[in-house]
């Protein structure tokens, strides 16, 4: 780009711009009038409005990935090593994960607006926003049981599909649900959608190690799937069954 | 109007939120030059900086009670002329706006301590810099010129661009380097 930068110095030097004048006039003539302070205060208000509103879809949102990680067991498949790991990445709700990361985005946007904000570097309170909305939706977990009970009777419009999706996925080697019987290293388990299936199990005493299995003890199988059955590397208790203890 | 002399912006911008309107005068007055001298060498490519700066200033009255007056009224000048003159950039190229994004920002850096210079240093800044500003990305150059020729603090301009201090720091640094460059070629 071609910049004559002497006559800007030139200009600088000599311009006496005056503006003053025309700004008053402006004023005096009613062409520019000062924002209300009502509409400044409504303004605001309805900004953070919009956070709040954000910061509880996202609590929501949050607290459903983690309700349905423990819900489909997935969350424990870190426990059974490298193998676990990678089924656990495969199988994240990574459509509800993005769409976190972009609320997150929207509300650190909204936020920076703010000096408390922007006076820390974005990566600080984009780590605040992250840590502090995956607490609170761990937290907040428990909160869906619930709702999945009414959404399970049909009780629920709307969001119903959601919790009664969550019993209708099916991973690749993985069986969860309530022991139905147990037969030396046969197990029959019962999963959410009521369907039943058999898993093998090793003679390892990692399964059996002093466990006495009751009928709806909650167990959770990593393995590998086998034409006619399901061959367990692995066997976690979730929750016992309390009444028969 | 010698009294008002004596008064600080602060003070004036408390008037005219109270409703003395034909204050906001005195403000123009005392920033004028101060907005079209930034406006002239930051946006330079611009033929309008002189409707630009007044549109600048109808902008501040019009939203004068959004000013908290117990901070500073230049930065928040500054601001409002800094978004006017960005938005004028982006009539022209997006590259541009775009150069402003950048990790600075993102990442932590270390608390930075306003530099030390000796006046003579300062000036032979302001001399490479007149004759490369049409050769510096526009977020350094703006940054050079808010600390050397409108003697703002890593402060100021910090609340103004909303940034944090140490991206000042760090990004002057970065700008007096890129400028040094420039010079050497």
């Known amino acids: 780009m071609d910049v004559d930068l002497e006559k800007i110095q030139e200009e600088l030097k000599t311009e006496n711009i005056e503006i003053t004048g025309q700004v008053i006039d402006a004023i005096t003539e009613g062409q520019v009038k000062v924002r209300p302070k009502w509409q400044l205060l409504a303004k605001s208000g309805l900004l953070i409005l919009v956070c709040v509103l954000l910061a509880i879809v996202l609590f929501y949102l949050e607290s459903f990935i983690f309700f349905s990680l423990r819900h489909t067991g997935i969350i424990l498949l870190p426990t059974f090593g490298p193998r676990g790991w990678l089924a656990f990445l495969l199988y994240l709700p990574w459509l509800l994960i993005l769409l976190s990361l972009i609320l997150i985005l929207i509300l650190e946007m909204l936020l920076r607006r703010y000096s408390l904000a922007y006076h820390r570097p974005l990566l600080y309170s984009l780590l605040v926003i992250l840590v502090g909305a995956g607490f609170v939706g761990y937290l907040l977990a428990p909160c869906h049981q619930p709702i999945y009970r009414v959404a399970k009777e049909n009780r629920l419009p709307l969001a119903g599909r959601f919790y009664r999706e969550l019993d209708h996925r099916n991973f690749s080697g993985i069986r969860h649900g309530m022991m139905v ?11 959410w959608d009521g369907a039943t299936s058999s898993v093998i199990v090793g003679d390892s005493d990692d399964f059996h190690n002093n466990v006495h299995f009751q009928q709806g003890d909650e167990l959770f199988f990593f393995g590998d799937e086998e034409p006619d059955n399901f061959r367990a590397q692995g066997m976690r208790i979730m929750m016992r069954q309390m009444a028969s203890q | 109007m010698g009294s008002l002399d004596a008064k600080t912006d602060e003070e004036l911008v408390k008037l005219v939120q109270a409703g003395e309107r034909d204050i906001f005068g005195v403000l123009v007055k005392r920033y004028e030059q101060k907005i079209f001298r930034y406006g002239r060498r930051f946006v330079y490519e611009a033929e309008n900086i002189k409707d630009l700066t007044q549109e600048i200033f109808i902008k501040a009255y019009v939203n004068i009670n959004s000013f908290d007056a117990s901070r500073r009224f230049s930065p928040w000048i ?21 150069s402003f994004i950048d990790l600075d920002v993102i990442l ?29 990305e526009p977020k350094y150059r703006e940054l050079l010129i808010l600390y050397y020729y409108e003697d703002l603090d890593y402060k100021a301009i910090a609340e103004m661009l909303q940034v944090p201090v140490s991206t000042v720091g760090v990004r002057l640094r970065r700008a007096k380097a890129r400028l040094k460059k420039i010079m050497e070629k």
């Open chain 1, 181 to 191: 019987s147990v037969s030396g290293t046969n197990f029959v388990i019962q999963s």
């Open chain 2, 78 to 98: 500054y601001r409002i002329a800094h978004n006017e003159f960005v938005n004028s950039l982006k009539k022209k190229s997006w590259e541009q706006v775009l």
């Open chain 2, 108 to 136: 932590p850096h270390l608390p930075a301590k306003q530099a030390i210079e000796d006046a003579e240093a300062r000036q032979a800044i302001k001399n490479d810099l007149e004759k490369a500003l049409d050769r510096l």
